[in-house]
């Protein structure tokens, strides 16, 4: 009889392919969102619009056999919207509670800087802790439980950019960028069928996707690649251009993403390599940069892709 332990590098590889069917020629993409899952995280896609941000989530989500809502975020919406709300039943005479679409195993948080600080706010106990409190009465989310947010970095009519308290609380920010000739050859071909609202097959049940990230977590980290990663961190705190560095939770997401990633290549150990390719998505995000005239004005991309370069990779 199978064993979740024997398949799980089966599993992993038909969840890159079943989202592979709907992304086209973003390999890269897909594997991070599927490290952001494993290591039980948040991810945050953002781009400009057009290029598949929601159609990756949506992918992601559909891949799992799992309980899916999808919220689209809009500046009227309310806290109640998200969390849901207490109405009162003339039956029971008395207030019952409704869960809102917060309560699902994969939430879709689309276009998340639509909407007010107050209703993103909502989210903060939820990503966390994996609980959200109303009227003084805690209810627990299921597992896994991950928010898929998206969102456009280049208008900002009509947008409240996410705190640094919420950013901190996404495991990584990835991008989708524009597909090469092929993979938007293959796009148009799936439209001249009609086959552009395809969704991608369900592949892995929620104990499934506790197993993978329960096992994920067995990954080994040398001693000198944990002390590697704080000091990739210490020097985003002291670097002259940051203005706030990565905090413990980034560090925290950095080691959990690198296990993920190794898993995800079929090893049971990290490598330098898994480190320096997720610093940025992990990282970026988490930096408050100073501002231009401080000093010569480079973005956080810039600075980290630096700070990597002067970092002693250990042997």
């Known amino acids: ?174 991008e989708v960028g524009y597909p090469d000739a092929a993979a938007e050859k293959a796009i148009l071909k799936r439209y001249s069928k009609s086959e552009h609202q395809r969704s991608a097959e369900p592949v892995l049940s929620p104990t499934e996707v506790l197993f993978l990230q329960d096992e994920s977590r067995k990954v080994h980290v040398e001693e000198a690649l944990v002390d590697y990663i704080i000091s990739l961190v210490n020097q985003t705190r002291r670097h002259a251009e940051i203005e706030l560095g990565v905090s413990p939770r980034g560090t925290a997401a950095l080691f959990r993403a690198a296990q993920s990633l190794a898993m995800l290549d079929g090893r049971s150990f990290v490598i330098p390599d898994d480190v320096k390719k997720l610093v940025r998505p992990v990282f970026e995000h988490r930096l408050a940069m100073m501002r231009a005239g401080t000093r010569t004005h480079r973005d956080a991309k810039t600075v980290l892709q630096e700070i990597i370069d002067h970092t002693a990779v250990p042997a």
Do not use: W
């Open 1 to 174: 009889m199978e064993t979740l332990e024997t398949t799980a590098k089966d599993k992993i590889f038909t969840l890159r392919e079943s989202i592979g069917t709907v992304i086209k020629g973003k390999r890269e993409t897909i594997d991070l969102a599927i490290v952001a899952l494993l290591a039980e995280g948040h991810l945050l896609i953002e781009d400009v619009p057009g290029v598949g941000k929601t159609t990756l989530g949506h992918a992601l989500a559909r891949s799992l056999d799992c309980m899916f809502h999808r919220i689209q975020f809009t500046s009227d919406l309310l806290p109640s919207d998200v969390l849901g709300v207490s109405v009162y039943s003339p039956k029971r005479n008395e207030f019952e509670f409704k869960p809102g679409p917060i309560f699902a195993n994969i939430v879709l948080a689309d276009e998340i800087n639509r909407t007010t600080p107050k209703t993103q706010s909502a989210l903060l106990e939820a990503m966390n802790e994996g609980q959200v409190t109303i009227e003084n009465v805690t209810y627990k989310l299921p597992r896994p439980f991950m928010v898929l947010a998206t969102q456009n970095p280049i208008e900002h009519h009509g947008t409240y950019p996410l705190p640094e308290s919420q950013l901190d609380r996404f495991l990584m920010r990835i």
